[in-house]
C-alpha cells in the first residue's frame, strides 16, 4: 500500500550560458533526464522547425505525461566551441533548453560544484563554462513505499503480464537504455 503526500520541496536547478542561432541563453544542465529537451516556445522564439516524429512520452517531476512533439537538430554554441545535438521538443510556451545525459554523456560533461563550473570535451578540446544555480520551491508527489518483500511479490507477478505491452509501446522508436524518459522542473 502507498501513501502519496503533496509537500513544497525546494529544486535547486544547475544552468550554464549558451548560444543558439546568436542568441544568449541559459540551458538546463540535468544529469537526470535521459534526452535533451526543447520547449515548443523556444523553437518558435528561434525559428526552428521539427524535422522529424517521435512517439517518445515524459514524465515529469509531478507525475504528468507529456508527449513529445517531435525531434529537431540544433547546434548551441559554448565558449564559442559549436556543437551539434538533436533534442525532443515539448508542448510548452516556456523557452527552455534541458542538456540531459544523452548529450552530458556524448561530451563527457562533469559538473564540478566547487569550482561551479561545467567541463566538457568537444572535437579533442576541454571547454569549461560557469555554472550557476536557481532554487523554486515546487509541489513534489512523495511516495511511502511497501517493504521491498512485498513489493517485490507483486513486481514479481506483473511483470511477465506487462512484458508484451511494454515491447510493443517502444518498437517504433530505440531507446538507448531505459525508455522511460524524467524530466527536472519543466512545470
Not at 63 to 78: A, M, Y
Not at 132 to 140: A, D, I, L, S
Amino acid at each position: 500500500m502507498e501513501n502519496v503526500e503533496n509537500e513544497k520541496k525546494e529544486i535547486m536547478s544547475v544552468r550554464c550560458k549558451i548560444e543558439i542561432k546568436g542568441n544568449i541563453m541559459e540551458a538546463i544542465v540535468d544529469s537526470g533526464a535521459a534526452t535533451n529537451i526543447i520547449t515548443k516556445g523556444l523553437i518558435e522564439k528561434l525559428g526552428i522547425k521539427i524535422t522529424e516524429s517521435s512517439n517518445a512520452v515524459f514524465s515529469n517531476v509531478n507525475g504528468k505525461k507529456v508527449p513529445s512533439l517531435g525531434k529537431t537538430d540544433i547546434r548551441i554554441k559554448i565558449e564559442n566551441e559549436e556543437i551539434p545535438m538533436k533534442v525532443q521538443v515539448i508542448d510548452s510556451t516556456k523557452r527552455d533548453l534541458i542538456l540531459g545525459t544523452e548529450i552530458l554523456a556524448e561530451v563527457k560533461g562533469k559538473i564540478n560544484f566547487e569550482k561551479e563550473e561545467l567541463r566538457i570535451e568537444y572535437n579533442g578540446k576541454e571547454i569549461r563554462t560557469p555554472i550557476f544555480y536557481n532554487r523554486k520551491k515546487t509541489e513534489v508527489q512523495e511516495e511511502e513505499h511497501q517493504s521491498f518483500d512485498e513489493e517485490f511479490d507483486e513486481s514479481e507477478e506483473d511483470l511477465e503480464e506487462d512484458e508484451d505491452d511494454y515491447e510493443e509501446e517502444y518498437e517504433e522508436e530505440e531507446f538507448k537504455e531505459n525508455p522511460a524518459y524524467y524530466l527536472a522542473e519543466l512545470l
